[in-house]
């Protein structure tokens, strides 16, 4: 069964600093996606970024970037520059294969300080 | 484009009463996923319809059901409430069946139980 583990529950950063979120994946099928969201207080969730497990480069949106680890198994995110309004829960999520739903992690809550 | 619609975004139900929550995917999306959110609990997965069928069932009770109308709108019913229903309900749709794609968000549904 396809498992999410994000080992941090909580985080803080100073304000313009770079942060990076732990993810690891459990999967057996060979071709996946990897994505995290972002919710703040007020509850949306925020698409941010994806991976797909045959992708030869690391993702990158403006600030955030995932730092993609096959090996490994882990598809850490790296949000650069921190600012105030990145305070918020992250989830990373997998889609499996064809006809199976997406899987969440736990989360993790970061806190960006002034 | 209009992004994903639920309706209403409060609720406040007493126990043993049964509430209906709706929600209109984006505008092409044939994939339609619930979830339920509680403090500390993350998002536990409801279940995902997929043209009117349900694909995917998460570990809930029978109490807990849905179904997909053929313009893809989808709606969640809960019978005999509880207090550990009171959660933040999420639905999210996605355009295919590819791991490439991602799962969009609306606002979800505060549901308070009494």
């Known amino acids: 069964a396809q498992k999410i583990t994000q080992t941090q529950p909580g985080m803080f950063v100073q304000e313009k600093e770079a942060v990076t979120l732990d993810c690891t994946y459990d999967t057996s099928d060979p071709s996946y996606g990897l994505f995290w969201y972002k919710q703040p207080s007020s509850g949306e969730m925020i698409f941010l970024i994806y991976q797909g497990s045959y992708d030869q480069q690391n993702a990158t949106e403006g600030r955030y970037s995932l730092n993609f680890q096959k090996a490994r198994k882990s598809a850490n995110l790296v949000i650069s520059a921190s600012q105030l309004g990145d305070s918020a829960m992250y989830f990373c999520a997998m889609r499996p294969v064809y006809g199976q739903n997406f899987v969440f992690g736990p989360g993790t809550r970061l806190s960006v300080l002034p | 484009k209009a992004g994903v619609t639920q309706t209403p975004r409060y609720l406040i139900k007493t126990r043993g009463q049964q509430v209906t929550l709706s929600c209109s995917p984006i505008s092409g999306h044939r994939s339609v996923s619930w979830y339920q959110q509680t403090p500390g609990q993350g998002l536990q997965f409801l279940f995902e319809y997929f043209s009117e069928t349900q694909r995917n069932k998460g570990n809930f009770p029978g109490r807990f059901s849905g179904r997909q109308f053929s313009n893809s709108r989808s709606e969640m019913n809960v019978s005999t409430l509880e207090l550990g229903d009171s959660a933040l309900y999420l639905c999210?749709?996605?355009?295919?069946?590819?791991?490439?794609?991602?799962?969009?968000f609306g606002d979800g549904t505060r549901l308070s139980i009494l």
């Open positions: 999210a749709s996605s355009l295919e069946d590819s791991i490439n794609q991602p799962q969009h």
